[in-house]
């Protein structure tokens, strides 16, 4: 969606949003979009307290990316399970919350191209979807949905910059796949409003003027 109006950033921003009604909101996207900096910028300029993916805590990860079509589901289910218990959680925050991915993207993004990739059988697959259907009606979505988009250039190019590991073997189609079943899932995705956001042009990390146009965007939806 388009930028929403607003004030111009100032010192009383911080203390106007602390009073307003606490909100969740998801930040969403493929592997180095810049969701985990999105998530420390709006915690250092509003206090909104952080929730991390929980990356490294995933016991079957590193065996996920040696043989995927072994450890695909045991995968994805833990990632399932983590989030459904943590969003649960969530429903009884008392601050503004920032989310590092959402359920949804385990699911319908990451899960499903597994699937397509035939790296998940499809009996599996169909119990995962199951228990995610299942899940959501339990849940409440997020107040505002973020979505960074990023070119698989530039993807691949932070992946190899911050240096994981497990990461580094991972093919260029497999995040241009991951990249086609986001702009998808975004396209129809209704739960929430949602702020779309170019990671590639547009930096408010450094640039003043898309600073601003981006903390307005956001105090549109948490004032």
């Given at each position: ?40 910028f709006l915690h250092q300029t509003y206090g909104f307290q ?8 995933n016991p079957y990860l590193d065996d996920f990316y040696k ?157």
């Amino acid at each position: 969606m388009s930028p929403g109006a607003g004030p111009e950033p100032s010192t009383t921003d911080s203390a106007a949003t602390d009073s307003a009604t606490p909100k969740f909101i998801a930040i969403a996207g493929n592997m180095g979009v810049g969701k985990t900096s999105m998530v420390e910028f709006l915690h250092q300029t509003y206090g909104f307290q952080p929730v991390y993916e929980p990356f490294t805590d995933n016991p079957y990860l590193d065996d996920f990316y040696k043989d995927m079509r072994a450890w695909a589901f045991h995968s994805q289910l833990y990632f399932l399970t983590h989030k459904f218990r943590l969003q649960m959680g969530l429903q009884k925050r008392t601050t503004t919350i920032i989310q590092d991915r959402s359920i949804y993207e385990d699911a319908e993004i990451f899960c499903t191209n597994l699937y397509r990739a035939r790296k998940i059988s499809k009996r599996d697959y169909q119990t995962y979807m199951e228990l995610y259907h299942t899940m959501q009606q339990a849940l409440r979505p997020p107040d505002l949905m973020i979505y960074l988009r990023c070119s698989v250039r530039a993807i691949r190019r932070r992946i190899k910059q911050r240096g994981r590991p497990s990461e580094q073997a991972i093919p260029a189609s497999y995040i241009r796949r991951l990249n086609k079943l986001y702009e998808s899932w975004i396209d129809h995705y209704d739960q929430s409003p949602v702020l779309v956001w170019n990671s590639d042009a547009q930096d408010y990390l450094t640039d003043l003027v898309d600073r601003i146009e981006f903390q307005r965007s956001i105090e549109a939806f948490v004032k």
